[in-house]
């Protein structure tokens, strides 16, 4: 880039600038406003240095660490920490479910932490979906695009990775509805809840080592929103 070491404060705000000038078609080109439309991607000089950065990030770190994982711990001690996790992060998902209405999978998620916080050892093993309970995921992002609002535009978050406002919304309520965040503040045990979401990125990365080395390795633009969308997935 010609600037060594970190990019100084200003250049950060000049790509902020620059993004919010994304040049808009002439509306009467109905071929070049759907295209416009589509991408739906104001921010994309800035998207693309956060995923630089989080590329970065991830090399130097994630990578490695979940590397170790894979190859360390055994795949039914992984399992068990999937499976753990998922159960942690059955009360959000009740929660969603019930908001969105959907009345028979809540049934289904509340039958899911009953069995597997009793049976399922603590949610260690996934009894429940052998009685036919099978997991499904909500979040509150879902639960208002349910409700008629739209995504808003593409943006990628530090860490976090490909998002969108509503999205990103969601997120933060999730948070609040994760009960480690309570349990914690309750008993001054902070680190329960970025425990638990670290311990979920590092075993969702390890699972798609492979995944993430071939989608690199066939993309023509790995910055691009799609690349950058499915690798998201395998560390969010």
């Not at 295209?35 to 693309?48: G, H, I, Q």
């Not at 009360?91 to 028979?104: E, K, R």
């Not at 932490?113 to 009793?118: C, D, E, K, P, R």
Request: aromatic share 8%.
């Amino acid at each position: 880039m010609g600037c060594p070491g970190i990019w100084p404060r200003g250049a950060v705000l000049l790509l902020w600038l620059l993004a919010g000038c994304a040049t808009m078609p002439d509306p009467r080109d109905e071929a070049a406003m759907a295209a416009y439309e589509e991408a739906n991607d104001p921010l994309e000089p800035l998207n693309r240095f956060v995923f630089e950065l989080n590329h970065f990030v991830d090399e130097m770190l994630v990578k490695p660490f979940a590397g170790y994982y894979h190859i360390a711990v055994p795949t039914i001690a992984k399992d068990a920490v999937r499976n753990v996790m998922r159960n942690l992060d059955t009360p959000s998902i009740l929660a969603n479910d019930l908001m969105q209405g959907q009345l028979d999978r809540a049934g289904d998620t509340a039958g899911r932490f009953l069995v597997n916080s009793t049976v399922g050892l603590g949610g260690m093993i996934d009894v429940a979906d052998r009685l036919g309970l099978s997991y499904h995921h909500e979040d509150f992002g879902q639960t208002l695009g349910v409700h008629g609002v739209g995504e808003g535009y593409y943006m990628v978050l530090p860490v976090l990775g490909p998002s969108n406002p509503r999205d990103s919304t969601g997120r933060l309520v999730d948070y609040a509805l994760n009960p480690l965040i309570w349990i914690g503040y309750v008993h001054n045990l902070n680190y329960l809840a970025p425990a638990q979401l670290t311990l979920e990125g590092l075993d969702a990365r390890a699972r798609n080592l492979r995944a993430v080395v071939d989608l690199q390795n066939g993309s023509v633009d790995f910055t691009s929103r799609s690349a950058a969308s499915i690798a998201s997935a395998g560390w969010t």
